[in-house]
């Protein structure tokens, strides 16, 4: 009984303690001093190996290496002429959604270091005084530059939907146009009718590919802050 009485009265006590919450102004966070900024490095590697070549285990089905992108009021009717596998008619309401795919997508990205820090800003109000405001500051340094290495897609083509997609919807992913990887034939009939070549063959069809390797130098930084009705560009 006595342990029980000593609980609750612990727990009483923890009820009663509380911390208010302080509004603080420009003047109070300017007198708060913080410790140093942090040096970050961020590395994005998409559909890649360890050696940077395109990984063809992850993207063995070639559709789930796709970015899409669907436009509003971008449809195809079927009219005369037209195969099953493509219609031609536009059409802003109804019909077979068009995409704008990027295939073979892979790449990577190294920001090697940028740097993350609290500083103080100064500039000229419209009134004319001095302000001084804290902010944030991201800077960059020309001495550790932004690598791309092989980033990029292999083509970028127009599908469409094999449904009408206003209508309905399929069950079978081959239908959707942002996974359709249709594929460049060796045969000699295809490279007879210019459909097809030796270089081609084997990889997904499409108007045009992007390929970047590169090093990037920048030098500067930007600083981020709460903008108010002092400053004359806000």
């Given at each position: 009984?006595?342990?029980?009485?000593?609980?609750?009265?612990?727990?009483?006590?923890?009820?009663?303690?509380?911390?208010?919450?302080?509004?603080?102004?420009?003047?109070?966070?300017?007198?708060?001093?913080?410790?140093?900024?942090?040096?970050?490095?961020?590395?994005?590697?998409?559909?890649?190996?360890?050696d940077?070549?395109?990984d063809?285990?992850?993207?063995?089905?070639?559709?789930?290496?796709?970015?899409?992108?669907?436009?509003?009021?971008?449809?195809?009717?079927w009219?005369?002429?037209?195969?099953?596998?493509?219609?031609?008619?536009?059409?802003?309401?109804?019909?077979?959604k068009?995409?704008?795919?990027?295939?073979?997508?892979?790449?990577m990205?190294?920001?090697?270091?940028l740097?993350?820090?609290?500083?103080?800003?100064k500039?000229?109000?419209?009134?004319?005084?001095?302000?001084?405001?804290?902010?944030?500051q991201?800077?960059f340094?020309?001495?550790?530059?932004?690598?791309?290495?092989?980033?990029?897609?292999?083509?970028?083509?127009?599908?469409?939907?094999?449904?009408?997609?206003?209508?309905?919807?399929?069950?079978?992913?081959?239908?959707y146009?942002?996974?359709?990887?249709?594929?460049?034939?060796?045969?000699?009939?295809?490279?007879?009718?210019?459909k097809?070549?030796?270089y081609?063959?084997?990889?997904?069809?499409g108007?045009?590919?992007?390929?970047?390797?590169?090093?990037?130098?920048?030098?500067?930084?930007?600083?981020?802050?709460?903008?108010?009705?002092?400053?004359?560009?806000?």
């Amino acid at each position: 009984m006595k342990k029980m009485l000593l609980l609750i009265g612990c727990l009483l006590g923890f009820s009663t303690a509380q911390a208010g919450l302080v509004e603080l102004d420009n003047a109070a966070l300017q007198a708060i001093e913080g410790q140093a900024g942090a040096d970050l490095s961020l590395k994005l590697a998409l559909n890649q190996k360890r050696d940077g070549t395109f990984d063809k285990t992850i993207c063995s089905n070639p559709g789930y290496c796709h970015i899409a992108l669907s436009l509003n009021n971008r449809f195809v009717k079927w009219q005369a002429g037209d195969t099953n596998d493509t219609w031609t008619q536009p059409d802003s309401v109804s019909g077979r959604k068009l995409w704008l795919v990027f295939k073979g997508m892979q790449g990577m990205i190294n920001v090697q270091r940028l740097g993350l820090d609290g500083v103080d800003l100064k500039y000229k109000s419209k009134d004319g005084p001095e302000i001084l405001k804290p902010s944030i500051q991201l800077s960059f340094s020309a001495a550790s530059p932004i690598q791309i290495r092989n980033f990029g897609f292999e083509a970028l083509s127009i599908e469409q939907d094999s449904f009408e997609s206003t209508a309905a919807e399929s069950n079978f992913e081959g239908d959707y146009g942002y996974l359709k990887a249709p594929k460049y034939s060796d045969s000699a009939q295809d490279y007879a009718n210019f459909k097809s070549s030796n270089y081609d063959k084997g990889k997904e069809t499409g108007f045009t590919g992007l390929m970047m390797n590169g090093n990037m130098a920048l030098n500067g930084k930007v600083m981020i802050f709460s903008c108010d009705g002092s400053h004359p560009r806000c």
